[in-house]
């Protein structure tokens, strides 16, 4: 007789993760989400009073958040904090929607500066506690950005693109130590970022700001609705789960259909 099928609840008591962007959107949920499993977060953002918010919605009965007020431009101090993690999520991200011409380039340093170089260095900081005890996860919050171009958003889709490259050589090079490396790639997820965005790409579009959801952000989208930080987060944690400790080097799609075409 078969055992009947059991379904192990996510563990994450003595692990420790690090969040990115913690302080918002996709970030918090992800903290609260690892969290709630029992892992000890540390949640580093540059936004100290959304890292407040954070500490305060943190459940009580699990694992636990621990705020850490970083901006990641300084590289060396995200290097340093990333040192003794089990689980490193690279989720702080920045967008401008301008076209190239228009592009202020050092805007652009710094968006490939936190989006891109500071992942490295984190991964750089967090591997060798990883590959001496044989187990790490690595989550790289990409987007369907890391997979697809869209105009005037040449700093973002060249971050992310880069952040595809970055992953898939981590997880090759992590495979032999226990490490897996993998991106989530989301389309519009329900927070900030993209509520910010709107006004931006009305503008930049020509066409009223009501108009740019569902003709410019769900235009290739099947599922015509934006995605919530909390599915997001569903997904991150399912990479950190031992059912999934077979999948490495990929990227976890939650676009709603965008590249089915
Ligand atoms: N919102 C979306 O539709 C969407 C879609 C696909 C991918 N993503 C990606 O998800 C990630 C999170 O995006 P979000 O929508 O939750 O954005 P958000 O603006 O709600 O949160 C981003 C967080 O990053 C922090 N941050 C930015 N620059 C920083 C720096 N220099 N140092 C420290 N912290 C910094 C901000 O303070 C903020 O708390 C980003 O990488 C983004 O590219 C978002």
């Not at 592009?103 to 750089?124: C, D, G, K, S, Y």
């Not at 790289?140 to 595809?164: C, I, M, Q």
Request: glycine letters at 10%; hydrophobic letters at 45%.
């Amino acid at each position: 007789m078969t055992a009947p099928h059991t379904v192990t609840p996510l563990h994450l008591g003595g692990r420790t993760a690090l969040v990115t962007g913690a302080a918002s959107g996709i970030g918090r949920a992800c903290a609260l989400r690892l969290a709630a499993a029992g892992a000890k977060v540390r949640a580093v953002d540059r936004d100290a009073t959304g890292l407040e918010a954070l500490a305060g919605a943190a459940p009580a009965t699990a694992g636990s958040v621990e705020p850490h007020v970083l901006d990641l431009t300084d590289l060396d101090a995200a290097e340093d904090l990333a040192a003794g993690t089990d689980i490193l999520v690279n989720n702080a991200g920045l967008q401008l929607v301008r076209p190239i011409e228009e592009f202020p380039p050092e805007v652009f340093h710094t968006v490939l500066t936190v989006m891109l170089e500071a992942p490295f260095r984190l991964i750089r900081g967090a591997l060798p506690h990883m590959y001496a005890q044989g187990w790490g996860r690595v989550v790289n919050v990409s987007s369907v950005h890391g997979l697809r171009a869209s105009a005037y958003k040449s700093a973002y889709v060249a971050a992310k693109h880069g952040l595809e490259g970055l992953s898939k050589t981590a997880a090759l090079e992590g495979a032999p130590h226990g490490v897996t490396s993998n991106c989530v790639n989301p389309g519009y997820v329900r927070t900030p970022l993209v509520e910010a965005q709107i006004a931006d790409q009305a503008e930049a579009h020509g066409i009223p700001p009501e108009r740019v959801v569902t003709d410019v952000l769900l235009k290739d989208s099947a599922l015509k609705r934006l995605v919530e930080p909390e599915e997001v987060a569903e997904a991150v944690a399912y990479l950190c789960s031992p059912p999934a400790s077979f999948i490495t080097g990929t990227s976890l799609v939650l676009d709603g259909g965008w590249t089915a075409h």
